[in-house]
């Protein structure tokens, strides 16, 4: 295990009725902050009304920034930061998912840099400093809620990268599971799957003496596995919804990566298909997961998959190694089209053969993805090619 540094540092408001002590929480810092969100999903199930009481009630100023689109565009982010500027706010209050949390953390760097902002999305290294943020999560998914990255699209140039920054971090996130009960079936697998991916992408490490880190993983995974479906079925299942909350922001705020943090394999594939084709994330993962574990299973790596197979599928560990290996892939895959009827392959999300070349190149950068095992431009484009 390597050293690390453990301090995510945001204050969790978990539970019904939760918003009700978000107003503190931002009066600790300013009183006059950016509401940014969505398409109007929070209008229609009372959401907005009870964050802006929330602020009416402490006497937080707000101005709004509304309509941002699943995969967040780089022009919402631009406009985000002129209304700060314009308005002297002091802080970024996002209410959706990880789109409108993602752009409200690229605003609130945005705001303290004289560059363009795609800038800052290019190079993380340049964020040092923001507004503080803060979050009303409505969707469990990326865990950005618990965490210092954002992603961030630009159409014009079928570009979407992820930054990082500690001062991202939201200094207060409300999650309060009754607010995604109006998260459709279709998102809420899409958000599962993301859930899971995270948890996979830490979990399939190669660097060693994890242990502690590698049980909870399995532990997240395992509570996917059993809530994911009752979340599908029984959207008001509170038990569904705050375990898959709770397991948003476990799976990527470091519990599970720090000491043995190796780069992500399959999140880079996927946003080249968001970035050319405007995909659900957690479709995208859903179909590349198993074809990524289908290329990546070697002697070398073999062994990971069988504490996989084994501790989170129950497989019978008296069976050989590659059959239980094959068999939790199999298992991973029949998951998501059986419990979640998740799309399988890429033609069902619409993508053909046109831009694998070129979304492979951008996918490695040029280079290779280090990750669990180290996959150059070839790679990836079988990977692409086996899940069309
Ligand atoms: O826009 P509105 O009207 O709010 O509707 C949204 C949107 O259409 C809807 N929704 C959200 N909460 C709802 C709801 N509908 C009904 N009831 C509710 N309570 O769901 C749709 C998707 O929302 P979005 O925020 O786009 O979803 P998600 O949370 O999956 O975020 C996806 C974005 O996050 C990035 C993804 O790449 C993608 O751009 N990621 C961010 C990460 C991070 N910050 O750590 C890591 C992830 O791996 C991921 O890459
Ligand atoms: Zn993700």
Known sequence: MHNFKYNVGTKVLFGEGQIKNIGKEILEYTDRVLLVYGGGSIKKNGIYNDTVNELKENNIKYFELSGIDPNPRIESVREGVKICRENNLGGVLAVGGGSSIDCAKVIAAGVKYDVDPWELVLDRNLIKVSLPVFSVLTLSATGSEMNGNAVISNIVTNEKYGTYGECLIPKASV?????????????????????????????????????????????????????????????????????????????????????????????????????????????????????????????????????????VWNIDSSLDKYEIANSAIEKTRNFFKDELS??????????????????AEKAVRGKSIKGFVELDKDDVKKIYINAI
């Open 175 to 311: 999650l309060d599971p009754t607010y995604t009960y109006t998260v459709s079936k279709r998102q809420t697998a899409s958000g599962t799957a993301d859930i899971i991916s995270h948890t996979l992408e830490n979990y399939f490490t190669n660097i060693s003496g994890g242990y502690l880190q590698a049980r909870m993983a399995e532990s997240i995974l395992k509570t996917c596995f059993h809530y994911g479906p009752i979340a599908y079925n029984n959207p008001n299942n509170y038990d569904a919804r705050s375990n898959l909350m709770w397991a948003s922001s476990w799976a990527i705020n470091g519990l599970i990566s720090l000491g043995v943090a190796n780069k992500w394999s399959v999140h880079p594939m996927e946003h080249e298909l968001s970035a050319f084709y405007d995909v659900y994330h957690g479709e995208g993962l859903a179909v590349l997961t198993p074809h990524w574990m289908k290329h990546v299973l070697n002697d070398d790596t073999v062994d990971r998959f069988v504490e996989y197979g084994i501790n």
């Open 342 to 359: 998740m799309p399988q392959t890429l033609t069902e999300l619409g993508i053909g053969t046109e831009n694998i070349d070129k979304m």
